[in-house]
């Protein structure tokens, strides 16, 4: 029997209810039907099986182990203590004893069941979030700079952040009704939804504020960027506006790739809803509503042209952009460690390896986190790069975090060496439903291994960004990289190499399909060459690895993306 398309489901849903109410009381499976699976993810959870014992249960004819990832929705991925708190008792209540940073600044809890999921649902809004519109055709989680230095300015970004998520939700109350129990008004099902209408948007949206001189939030990698502008008081001017970045794209399939955000000029803070607005009316009434891998915004740009998506824009937002002002990043990873802001406050990076908090013998991060949000007065600030800020922290109690950080081996930042603190890996098995080949779970041994190797060429330093996703949807960006493993079948991987370190040029295929021992030589013999780009004095490198790879024509990269334009500018 062949399954009703998603814009079906989504239209015959009744704004998003479909049978979720009937399914979720249905005592008899752990799953909810087809259509019911596409819709509960508007509402920010994914069903999914635990992978690893997926065969075992084939084998025994059970059903599969039938379990949820609930993402929660967080613009700027901001947490107040209480908040960690809170989460903290849902993670090791209702899922499997981990919190996971995303790529996007928020959480998952992972291995709910389905007669935990309302409960779980419940508690994430009595710390006072939600989980609506973390998956689904609509706006997603809004990234914002973590950047803590200038914490006026980043606190301007992180309202926008705020903003953005608030004003593009959905208008539907399914949320409330399924989940909080709201009672149903006679019409609810009626619901004026003029932003989305009946059948949401083509696909997802993606949006990030980034805050100069970081680009910790790939802001290319997002449908709809923001890049804050300073005058010269420091206050914020406005944005340069980015449109079309995603990085998924399907193995054999040249339709679908990943594509960098054009900057298409500037806009004054009043005018940036405007614009936001205009760019998801456009994607939702020109994007692909056939196929779905071809219908995020970066194909309607191209399909259809960058400058006749940009006059289109501007029409529907009521003026012209001015020219994009000149800007330049530093890089796209974190700073670790403490820094002080402008109004003396502390904010203490610390390095979560994959994102992934959770007690085990690398460290207590769930336990020793729990402890310092029991006595940190300011917030907790998630990165786009799985990592964690304590924010705001008076200098009266910075030695206290540091003792807790200290006991509980939180410290990995001042162990770790340049390639392991700029890692990052998707969640990939068990959980997800799409993996190809291991990619969280791999990261520790491979780097392990590339440590080695390294430690070897004297490079262990260097600060290399590696990106390594369990199939090529591109989860933990790898298409930005300097080197990056994407997943093809188990143990086997394509080496993309040669993207920036700014998030500003994409990777390119070096080698298909190779296993460990390949990786492993090919990375050995590139280390060699780059360790030979020593200064004489052996004190630093030349140029950053991914530029190396370039210049010394070890690969070629692709055509010149145009969000370099604002680049030259200054140049
Ligand atoms: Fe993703 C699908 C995990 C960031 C591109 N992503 C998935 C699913 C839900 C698998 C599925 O559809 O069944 C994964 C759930 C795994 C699990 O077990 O938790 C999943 N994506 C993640 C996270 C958790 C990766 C991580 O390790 O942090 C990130 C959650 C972000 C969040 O909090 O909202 C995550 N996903 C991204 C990013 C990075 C970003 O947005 O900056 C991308 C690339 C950017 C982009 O969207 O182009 C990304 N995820 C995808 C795609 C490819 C979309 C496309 O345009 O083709 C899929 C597959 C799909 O949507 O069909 C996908
Ligand atoms: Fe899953 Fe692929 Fe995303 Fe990794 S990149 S989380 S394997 S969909």
Same mark, same amino acid.
């Given at each position: 029997m062949s399954h009703p398309s998603v814009e079906d489901i989504k239209a015959n849903s009744r704004h998003l209810r479909g049978t979720l109410l009937?399914?979720?009381?249905?005592?008899?499976?752990?799953?909810l039907s087809f259509e019911d699976q596409r819709l509960v993810k508007f509402h920010g959870t994914y069903q999914q099986d635990d992978r690893d014992i997926r065969d075992e249960r084939r084998r025994q004819k059970l059903e599969p182990a039938h379990q949820f990832m609930i993402r929660?929705?967080?613009?700027?991925?901001?947490?107040?203590?209480? /908040?960690?708190? /809170? #989460?903290?008792?849902?993670? !090791? !209540?209702?899922?499997?004893h981990s919190l996971r940073i995303t790529t996007r600044q928020t959480f998952q809890f992972h291995g709910v069941i389905k007669r935990e999921l309302k409960a779980t649902m419940q508690a994430i809004n009595a710390?006072?979030?939600?989980?609506?519109?973390?998956?689904?055709?609509?706006?997603?989680?809004? +990234?914002?700079?973590?950047?803590? +230095? /200038?914490s006026r300015l980043h606190a301007q970004v992180q309202d926008w952040a705020q903003r953005l998520s608030e004003k593009f939700l959905p208008n539907t109350r399914a949320y409330y009704e399924i989940w909080l129990d709201e009672e149903k008004v006679a019409d609810s099902t009626n619901v004026d939804e003029p932003l989305y209408g009946a059948t949401y948007l083509p696909r997802k949206f993606k949006m990030a504020v980034a805050v100069l001189p970081l680009n910790d939030v790939d802001v290319f990698a997002n449908d709809f960027g923001l890049i804050a502008i300073v005058d010269e008081h420091g206050a914020l001017a406005g944005f340069n506006v980015a449109i079309g970045g995603g990085m998924g794209a399907s193995h054999g399939d040249a339709a679908t790739?990943?594509? #960098?955000? *054009?900057?298409? =000029? &500037?806009?004054?803070?009043?005018?940036?809803?405007?614009?936001?607005?205009?760019?998801?009316?456009?994607q939702r009434? +020109? =994007?692909? %509503?056939?196929? %779905?891998?071809?219908?995020?915004?970066?194909?309607?740009?191209?399909?259809? =042209?960058? *400058?006749?998506?940009?006059?289109?824009?501007?029409?529907?937002?009521?003026?012209? +952009?001015?020219?994009?002002?000149? &800007?330049?990043? *530093?890089?796209?990873?974190d700073r670790f460690g403490w820094v002080e802001d402008e109004d003396g406050h502390g904010h203490l990076t610390l390095r979560i390896p994959a994102g992934r908090i959770l007690d085990s013998e690398q460290g207590q991060h769930l336990t020793g986190l729990r402890e310092i949000a029991r006595i940190h007065p300011g917030e907790f600030r998630l990165t786009a790069n799985q990592n964690l800020v304590i924010a705001g922290v008076p200098a009266g109690q910075r030695a206290r975090i540091d003792a807790l950080v200290a006991t509980y081996g939180l410290d990995v930042h001042a162990r770790a060496s340049g390639l392991r603190l700029n890692a990052l890996a998707c969640v990939a098995l068990p959980t997800c439903a799409l993996a190809m080949a291991e990619a969280e779970r791999y990261l520790p041994e491979l780097l392990d291994k590339a440590e080695v190797l390294l430690g070897k060429h004297g490079l262990l330093d260097a600060p290399i960004h590696l990106r390594i996703s369990g199939?090529?949807?591109?989860c933990s960006r790898p298409y930005l990289g300097e080197i990056a493993l994407v997943g093809k079948a188990p143990g086997r991987y394509n080496l993309m190499l040669g993207a920036d370190h700014r998030g500003q040029r994409l990777n390119v295929l070096h080698r298909e399909n190779i296993d460990e021992a390949a990786i492993l030589s090919t990375l050995d013999e590139l280390f060699a060459r780059y360790a030979a780009q020593r200064t004489p004095d052996q004190s630093s490198l030349?140029?950053?690895?991914?530029?190396?790879?370039?210049?010394?024509?070890?690969?070629?990269?692709?055509?010149?993306p145009r969000n370099?334009?604002?680049?030259?500018?200054i140049a």
């Open positions: 009937h399914g979720l009381a249905d005592p008899v499976t752990g799953s929660i929705r967080a613009p700027g991925g901001m947490f107040s203590p209480a /908040q960690w708190l /809170q #989460l903290d008792a849902i993670a !090791t !209540t209702h899922a499997n710390s006072l979030l939600d989980t609506v519109s973390a998956c689904g055709d609509v706006n997603r989680n809004v +990234l914002a700079s973590s950047n803590p +230095l /200038q790739y990943p594509r #960098l955000a *054009d900057v298409i =000029g &500037f806009v004054t803070p009043e005018r940036v809803l405007a614009i936001a607005e205009a760019a998801i009316t456009v009434d +020109l =994007g692909d %509503r056939v196929e %779905r891998k071809h219908a995020r915004f970066k194909y309607t740009i191209d399909t259809h =042209g960058l *400058d006749a998506i940009v006059a289109l824009m501007e029409a529907r937002a009521g003026f012209k +952009l001015e020219p994009a002002r000149a &800007f330049s990043f *530093d890089h796209n990873g199939c090529p949807n591109g030349e140029k950053r690895f991914g530029d190396f790879l370039i210049d010394a024509g070890i690969v070629t990269p692709l055509a010149r370099d334009i604002a680049i030259e500018v």
